[in-house]
C-alpha cells in the first residue's frame, strides 16, 4: 500500500502543480458536475497526457491507483494553501445521496510557470473531460493502461503512457 514517506518528490513542482490546479478551477470549477473526482482525473490525464506526448513532466505529481481512478497524491496540501491565500473557496454541495465537493475561484490564476504548450494542453485535457460527471470519468480513468497496470494504492509509473489504445494515446505514432 502507498504510504506518504515513500514517495520521491525530486521531480514534484508543488509551484506549477498550484497554479496548475487554481487554472483549472478557474476554468471549470463552476460547471455543475466538476467536483473533486473531476479535478483528480483533470490533472491525471493533464499528467499523463503530457508525458506521453512530450516525454516529460509537466508537473511531477505523482499518482495513486485509488478504487475511483487515479489521484494525485498533494491534492489536499496544495488545496490547503490555495485556499489559504484566498485564491480557492471549497463548498460541499449536495448532490442527490452524496456531498460533493466544489472548488470555486474568485481570483485570475497567475500562469506565469506555464508556456503555451502547457495551456494548450491544459485547456485540451479540460476540453476533453470538463462534461464528463464523476461517474463517468472514474470508469473512463479505469480503462488507461497506465491505471490497469498497477496494483491498488501503488503509485502509476508514467512511463505506461505508451501502451495506451487507441483511445487514451493523444500522440501520433509512426508505424514500423
Given at each position: 500500500m502507498w504510504k506518504r514517506g515513500e514517495i520521491e518528490d525530486i521531480e514534484f513542482d508543488k509551484e506549477k502543480f498550484k497554479q496548475v490546479l487554481h487554472y483549472i478551477i478557474y476554468q471549470c470549477g463552476s460547471l455543475e458536475n466538476v467536483g473533486k473526482t473531476v479535478l483528480y482525473k483533470i490533472l491525471y490525464f493533464l499528467d499523463f497526457d503530457y508525458y506521453e506526448?512530450?516525454?516529460?513532466k509537466l508537473t511531477g505529481?505523482?499518482?495513486?491507483?485509488?478504487?475511483?481512478g487515479p489521484g494525485p497524491v498533494h491534492f489536499e496540501e496544495v488545496m490547503e494553501e490555495l485556499k489559504e491565500d484566498g485564491k480557492i473557496v471549497q463548498l460541499p454541495i449536495k448532490r442527490?445521496?452524496?456531498i460533493q465537493q466544489k472548488?470555486?475561484?474568485p481570483k485570475e490564476p497567475d500562469i506565469d510557470l506555464l508556456n503555451g504548450v502547457?495551456?494548450?494542453?491544459?485547456?485540451?485535457?479540460?476540453?476533453k473531460c470538463h462534461s464528463m460527471g464523476a461517474r463517468q470519468i472514474s470508469a473512463f480513468s479505469h480503462g488507461d493502461i497506465?491505471?490497469?497496470a498497477t496494483k491498488?494504492?501503488?503509485i502509476i509509473n508514467y512511463?505506461?503512457?505508451f501502451y495506451r489504445d487507441s483511445l487514451f494515446s493523444v500522440r501520433e505514432y509512426e508505424d514500423d
Open positions: 506526448l512530450y516525454e516529460e505529481e505523482s499518482y495513486h491507483k485509488l478504487p475511483n442527490g445521496d452524496f472548488f470555486l475561484s502547457e495551456l494548450r494542453t491544459i485547456n485540451s485535457v479540460i476540453a497506465p491505471y490497469k491498488n494504492g501503488e512511463e505506461k503512457v
